[in-house]
């Protein structure tokens, strides 16, 4: 995979004419070359339903006269840039009208995307239909005509569909449409014959070609998904809804899979579909800057105009954040997480719902904010290169999640549970010994918690709980680290005080942090309610637990909450990369969040805790060697004033596999 990529969208409605018109082989190439671009995902099917290309097996757009996607290869290729194509899978709107009985359907009828007919949008396919034929012979006819660099599917997955073909299927298997498991089972078969039709229409011409079904989303804890597709390509565009949390999420899980995977992104203010967005560029540099530190690759998205016309803005845009892009990608290639911390993904773990989802995104945020160097997990991760795991709030441990984390613990490793973490399934017990002894559900919320230790930012006071929490009794060897206070009441008709909630009773009710032989509980839904609320005590109730936790911290650093550090190992070099990066995203219109200042940053310190001695630190790509002083197994160095993203090199004295202190 490269690392400067454009995915290319080009939706193109039947109603437009010209189609292709201003395309320009040399313009093209221009552009590709004024934006930095090393490869570039091309179109051989839009969402309308149409081709790009003449074909047998689709047809193509009315108002195209040559060959655009045959042209766009050769131009590419002639200037050393890889050509992936691109097809929309799931959405063909010229053939949903002609066969809107293959497309999904949910229990009452309704379309998918959009309801009917009479608004405007796409519908969405049913894999388990006639369609899938025809979509794996439009396949294998752009892999058999052009010399393609990958395949990319776009709108795929597992999905819910009450057509009359899955009704029709699950009832010959002598199951019931409303028995949800069974329809479970349906849709997942369903999606594994998808992607195993495409990969074969694609590897019995080109064997090892790569191919991405694009879902929006790699799920965590779904690795047979995953390993469907030969890289991964998280899509995460910060202004469409993601938000800037999203790719660290993603990527912190994904690059433990040893899988290639790209960061994509896209130039446009706020998501595809956009024509004449544009973000700044200090957005995109920062953007592209995130993926490097997460050991990724990395894709902007850009829509290509009717005309077939290159937008030099676009390009210009483009060009400012890969032009330092590959200036670093020798530090950036073949790298491996050094991380202290591994988080246990609630959606990994199986638990559903909207609790689990901000479980995992309010602990990403916080092991963010306090510069830990952490890694997303599944419950097939080997933890033993990990000195704290994290369950975040709602992971209940059975019989095989106990044997993994009982051995861990016994090999020296510490737990950091929240809320129904670390309970038995049935919520009788704890599975692990925290030195607490569970009561069940507590029975005000909110409640308040009363550290025995001081906040750095705050005195000592009753912190509102706003999530939900338990109730829990200190065991003879475990050690309280705080109380839990209750509300006189709970808000209700006649009992109810101020505007929110109800205050303290400032009575002790018992616990509310404890530490024992397994590390340490706090009773609440910490990670959700920082999710939802970014409350400072709670996230400072969290980083005491971790350092309590941590015996030795590999990265200390001052920089800013909002900065974002990471350890990147590059084993074939013999060195670390230290990665910081800093911006502030602030919020314009509803719920767009921009980048735009990039300030300067001085006097930014850190300390690495390293596994062999170190012969040089340096700055990359500029080349700029720091002084730093080497003890007992740690290197201390100050950076010089920089912006937005500086790379660091630790080069070792002699080769070390060790990927920790």
């Given amino acids: 995979m490269r690392f400067r990529q454009v995915h290319l969208d080009f939706h193109t409605s039947e109603a437009i004419e010209g189609i292709g018109s201003r395309f320009s082989k040399q313009q093209f190439q221009e552009m590709l070359q004024l934006g930095h671009v090393d490869s570039i995902t091309v ?11 003449p074909s047998t097996a689709n047809e193509m757009h009315p ?12 131009a590419a290729h002639e200037i050393s840039v890889k050509t992936p194509v691109y097809l929309s899978a799931g ?13 999904i359907r949910d229990p009452q009828e309704k379309l998918n995307w959009v309801p009917d007919f009479m608004t405007p949008g796409y519908h969405q396919f049913c894999m388990n239909t006639p369609y899938l034929d025809i979509l794996a012979n439009q396949v294998l006819e752009v892999v058999s005509n052009y010399d393609v660099d990958g395949i990319f599917l776009d709108i795929v997955g597992v999905r819910e569909c009450y057509c009359q073909s899955c009704v029709a299927e699950i009832r010959r298997r002598g199951e019931d449409p409303r028995n949800l498991d069974a329809m479970k089972v349906l849709w997942e078969e369903t999606f594994l014959r998808y992607a195993q039709t495409m990969d074969e229409a694609v590897h019995r011409i080109k064997p090892g070609l790569p191919v991405f079904h694009n879902s929006g989303h790699v799920k965590r804890g779904r690795r047979d998904f995953a390993k469907l597709n030969t890289h991964l390509e998280l899509e995460s565009l910060p202004t469409g809804g993601w938000g800037y949390d999203h ?24 998501s595809w579909g956009e024509f004449g967005g544009y973000k700044h560029p200090n957005a995109l540099k920062y953007e592209t800057a995130l993926s490097l530190a997460n050991g990724a690759r990395i894709s902007i998205g850009d829509q290509l105009h009717p005309t077939g016309w290159m937008d030099p803005a676009t390009y210009a845009l483009i060009g400012e954040a890969y032009r330092e892009v590959e200036a670093k990608e020798e530090w950036c290639r073949d790298v491996n997480s050094v991380a202290d911390v591994a988080l246990l993904s609630a959606e990994a773990a199986g638990e559903p719902g909207n609790t689990a989802q901000h479980a995992d995104a309010g602990a990403v945020r916080i092991l963010l904010e306090g510069h830990y160097l952490f890694d997303v997990v599944d419950t097939e991760n080997d933890l033993s290169s990990y000195s704290v795991v994290i369950l975040p709030d709602v992971i209940t441990v059975d019989e095989a999640l106990k044997t993994k984390l009982t051995a861990f ?5 510490k737990i950091l549970a929240t809320g129904r973490s670390g309970l038995s399934p049935d919520g009788s017990h ?21 550290p025995d230790f001081e906040l750095p930012s705050l005195r000592h006071a009753s912190f509102v709980m706003y999530t939900d929490g338990q109730d829990i009794e200190l065991e003879p060897h475990g050690t309280k680290l705080g109380s839990r206070e209750n509300s006189y009441f709970n808000r209700d008709l006649f009992t109810f005080c101020s505007h929110q909630h109800t205050p303290s009773n400032l009575q002790d009710a018992g616990p509310g942090m404890v530490e024992g032989p397994a590390g340490i509980y706090a009773a609440w839904n910490l990670f959700e309610d920082y999710a939802l609320k970014g409350s400072l005590p709670v996230k400072e109730i969290v980083h005491y637990a971790l350092d309590r936790l941590l015996k030795r911290k590999t990265v200390h650093t001052n920089l800013p909450a909002q900065g974002v550090t990471t350890l990147q190992a590059q084993p074939s070099e013999n060195r670390w990369v230290h990665h910081l990066l800093y911006a502030s995203p602030v919020r314009r219109g509803l719920n767009v969040e921009v980048i735009e200042d990039l300030p300067v940053l001085s006097d930014i310190e850190a300390t690495i805790s390293v596994p062999a001695p170190v012969r040089e630190v340096y700055l990359a790509p500029q080349g700029l060697k720091l002084p730093f002083r080497q003890a007992n197994g740690r290197v201390h160095y100050t950076l010089p004033p920089w912006s937005c993203h500086q790379m ?13 202190p």
């Fill in 43 to 53: 179109f051989a099917k839009c969402h309308h339903g149409w081709a790009y290309h």
């Fill in 63 to 74: 108002h195209l006269s040559f060959d655009l996607l045959g042209a766009q290869i050769e």
């Fill in 91 to 103: 959405l063909d709107e010229k053939l949903a009208r002609r066969h809107p009985e293959w497309l």
């Fill in 247 to 270: 790719f660290p999420l993603s990527a912190r899980y994904a690059q433990g899979l040893g899988m290639e995977f790209l960061g994509m992104t896209g130039k446009f203010h706020t």
């Fill in 409 to 413: 613990i016994a090999n020296g490793g």
């Fill in 430 to 450: 704890f599975e692990l010994d925290f030195g607490a002894k569970p009561l069940g559900d507590a029975a005000f919320k909110p409640s308040y918690f009363r």
């Fill in 648 to 660: 660091v090199v630790l080069q070792f004295e002699h080769a070390t596999n060790a990927q920790k």
